[in-house]
């Protein structure tokens, strides 16, 4: 029997690089990030690939941001250490806000740093415009990127903090407003895993003192540009659901579905503008 010593080393490297990742990475998709260390490995032409990536992730740093992408519904993102990386949870983000997708034509988005949720949206539903917009010009660059890649004509782009870009093109009118704005408690943000804290961006995670300073100022002012019975959508932190529920009802909004995620949290809030 002849032995194929060079697939042999492969795999063992593999096998190595798999348990250094398993045992010093606190990582939220296994099955994923796996996945994407095998296609690294096949495919990146550098000779000296299978050292970078085992140092890569020795050092708890996300596998997606070695290898410039991940996947939402198997669908690949591009992304870089410009903009936070989809979580496990972002496909039920995305199915909630189909849920109440039938009656919109225009949709807004606030903080979209990849762009994966309208990238996502816009796929699915051709005849919907999405507005989508961020303060960083290198979270833009990638959500470009991500438009260009699927080559979508409904997907747009805004630069500028909340709401202004908006308010200064004079856009309103919008059926929905989508945002997974940063949440994180300032004072908590050194606690979080290395992944985070240490990789991704701190503007998108900082969300103030108590985490809900996102929150308020697009609740405050939503009404100007969502149509009436227009809905919101947020993703929020693990204890915080009930404290937003309580400011959108503050800003004459009704809560219409508050949604959990994979580990039983309530992660998602789902509010309706004057019913």
């Known amino acids: 029997m002849v032995v194929n010593t060079k697939e042999m080393d ?14 010093k990475n606190a990582f939220q998709e296994p099955k994923l990030e796996i996945k994407i260390i095998g296609e690294v490995l096949e495919n990146k ?7 970078e990536v085992m140092k890569w992730l020795s050092e708890k740093r996300p596998i997606q941001y070695y ?45 979209t740093g990849s762009g994966v949720i309208p990238v996502m949206l816009g796929m699915e ?10 303060i960083s010009d290198k979270a833009l660059k990638v959500a470009q990127e991500n438009i260009n890649f699927y080559q979508l004509k409904n997907v ?4 500028g903090s909340m709401f202004e870009p908006f308010e200064e093109q004079n856009k309103i009118g919008f059926d929905m407003l989508i945002s997974n704005p940063p949440y994180a408690k300032t004072g908590i943000i050194g606690d979080l895993i290395p992944q985070l804290k240490d990789n991704a961006p701190r503007i998108s995670l900082d969300g103030g003192e108590d985490g809900l300073y ?48 994979y580990i039983d949290i309530e992660r998602f809030v789902v509010g309706r503008l004057g019913i």
């Open 45 to 51: 032409s550098n000779e000296n690939r299978y050292e």
């Open 214 to 261: 996102f929150y308020r100022i697009i609740l405050a002012n939503a009404h100007k540009f969502l149509n009436k019975n227009g809905y919101i959508i947020f993703e929020n932190g693990e204890d915080q659901s009930e404290e937003l529920q309580e400011l959108f009802i503050q800003n004459g909004f009704k809560v219409v579905e508050v949604v959990k995620d």
């Open 10 to 23: 492969t795999k063992n490297v593999y096998a190595g690089l798999v348990e250094t990742y398993l045992v």
């Open 67 to 111: 290898a410039g992408y991940t996947y939402t519904f198997d669908k690949k993102i591009i992304l870089d250490r410009n903009v936070m990386i989809p979580g496990p949870e972002m496909d039920i983000f995305i199915n909630t806000a189909k849920k109440y997708m039938a009656n919109c034509h225009n949709v807004m988005e606030l903080c």
């Open 156 to 159: 747009h782009l805004l630069k």
């Open 125 to 134: 539903y051709s005849d919907v415009d999405f507005y989508a917009s961020d």
